[in-house]
């Protein structure tokens, strides 16, 4: 009778284990997917950011053709795009303070940007070729894809850090090494295209 009841006890004990270890897994693959949600929008993050870059490019290149155009303004873009660019995040580390150092190396070169099209305003022959205006367009349209992508990228970390912070899912998420996201906040006119009227 008593080795039944030991065998019993084991039975149940083992019961519970397997129990307790799918519970675990359930949630640890319930976080897998979420966790791939922000990486993946981290890449749609980092193209918008590189489309920006390569119209930085191009857009130096039309404002270096112009005579006598300030380059001190045109030194300012150049660092903050070097700058923009060297500052580059591991996707599996998003952390709130490296999104933040991201996103401030970003709003640099998004200040830079604004800066040089205020200059512009000063230079007719500029405002009135056609590929700084086609430029100047993209930027604008480029302006708005950051954004969205952005936001996008805050809805993907907004739900895989409310599924890690729930219990118990917590303690599956702190086991297995899954840290809380970082977000994008607005930054008083980053990221913004300026509108600047070529028609004058």
Do not use: H
Not at 18 to 42: D, S, T
Not at 152 to 174: D, R
């Amino acid at each position: 009778m008593k080795k039944g009841c030991l065998i019993g006890g084991i039975l149940g004990l083992l019961a519970l284990i397997v129990i307790f270890v799918l519970w675990g897994v359930g949630i640890y693959n319930g976080i897998i997917p979420k966790n791939n949600a922000v990486k993946a929008q981290w890449g749609n993050v980092e193209t918008a950011y590189q489309k920006r870059f390569d119209l930085t490019d191009q857009l130096v290149a039309t404002v270096r053709g112009a005579r006598d155009f300030e380059q001190e303004t045109l030194t300012q873009v150049i660092e903050a795009r070097s700058k923009a660019t060297q500052t580059t995040i591991d996707p599996t580390n998003l952390t709130p303070e490296n999104i933040a150092q991201f996103q401030q190396a970003q709003d640099g070169l998004g200040s830079a940007l604004n800066r040089l099209m205020v200059v512009v305003e000063r230079y007719p022959d500029l405002k009135s070729n056609q590929n700084f205006l086609s430029l100047q367009t993209s930027l604008e349209s480029i302006a708005d894809e950051v954004r969205f992508e952005q936001r996008k990228f805050n809805e993907a970390a907004e739900l895989y850090n409310n599924f890690i912070q729930k219990i118990p899912n917590n303690m599956i998420a702190n086991f297995g090494g899954f840290d809380e996201k970082g977000y994008f906040k607005s930054s008083e006119g980053a990221n913004v295209a300026p509108t600047i009227d070529f028609s004058n």
